[in-house]
DNA sequence: ATGACTCACGATGTGAGA
């Protein structure tokens, strides 16, 4: 089986990309993050039309998610229950059963800002959700835009980036939490290559200088963690006219 | 250097992203 993730930043732009994409990787699943499309206007016809099943859940103009898979996904949930939040962030749901979780964390702006303050909050929603998700579902995947650089290793200058967003103790605090509900980070299961990142800024040749952060992550529950055969970065979308600033995240579990 | 680019909204600029 395999799974992935990719922020999008507009899906009204990346659609012919998202096909393109899904031609050459013939994921099982697949979530986006930041669609930016009402539902009125989903592509369902389009992403129907390539062989695949499609959940979404959006808003106007920011965030926005959905999952993607090759056989319809079932009980199917939207945001993170319990939480009461305006903004589109999480679209979850079984495929071939396995409990799919695909988020689009805030971002946080400024550790001192009231952003940041409803990304705490919503990481501690998340963490407690997740705690009750495991307990009846032993295979699952958590995956998207974090937002979190985990270790100094996942930032290109951990010294200008030390304390900032994405990187203050307080976010990775909530990561390590994550992976004490019995998660691990595919990425990290596999030898990788220094300095590799799933996002890079668009200005300042940050790419081809390959200035970036990891910070889309695909987690798997304790079931899943022997299995995890791969787990990749993708960068050549970001090598496309009018690319994404982020990268798909690939992992194949052997089921 | 409160920058740089890209996106949505819907404007001739502004906010947000990360």
Request: with cysteine; proline share 5%.
């Amino acid at each position: 089986m395999k799974l992935a993730t990719w922020n999008v930043n507009s899906l009204a732009v990346r659609l012919p990309q998202l096909l393109d994409w899904l031609a050459a990787n013939p994921v099982d699943a697949l979530v986006l993050q930041e669609t930016k499309l009402t539902d009125d206007k989903f592509p369902t016809m389009e992403i129907g039309a390539a062989g695949y099943q499609v959940q979404w859940f959006g808003q106007k103009t920011y965030n926005g998610v959905a999952l993607i898979s090759k056989t319809p996904a079932s009980a199917v949930v939207k945001n993170i229950p319990g939480f009461a939040d305006e903004q589109a962030r999480v679209i979850a749901g079984t495929v071939a059963g396995v409990r799919v979780v695909g988020g689009y964390f805030p971002n946080g702006q400024a550790p001192d800002s009231d952003k940041f303050q409803y990304k705490m909050g919503w990481l501690q929603a998340l963490q407690d959700w997740l705690r009750q998700e495991l307990q009846t579902h032993d295979k699952l995947v958590l995956m998207g835009d974090f937002n979190i650089a985990p270790e100094d290793r996942d930032v290109y200058d951990p010294v200008a980036w030390a304390g900032q967003i994405h990187c203050t103790p307080e976010e990775r605090a909530h990561f390590q939490a994550l992976l004490g509900l019995g998660l691990s980070d595919a990425f990290r299961l596999f030898e990788q290559p220094a300095k590799s990142w799933s996002w890079w800024d668009y200005r300042n040749l940050a790419f081809r200088k390959n200035q970036g952060l990891r910070i889309d992550h695909i987690l798997v529950s304790a079931a899943l963690k022997g299995a995890v055969k791969s787990c990749v970065i993708d960068k050549l979308p970001r090598k496309n006219e009018r690319p994404s600033d982020h990268a798909p995240v690939l992992v194949e579990i052997e089921l």
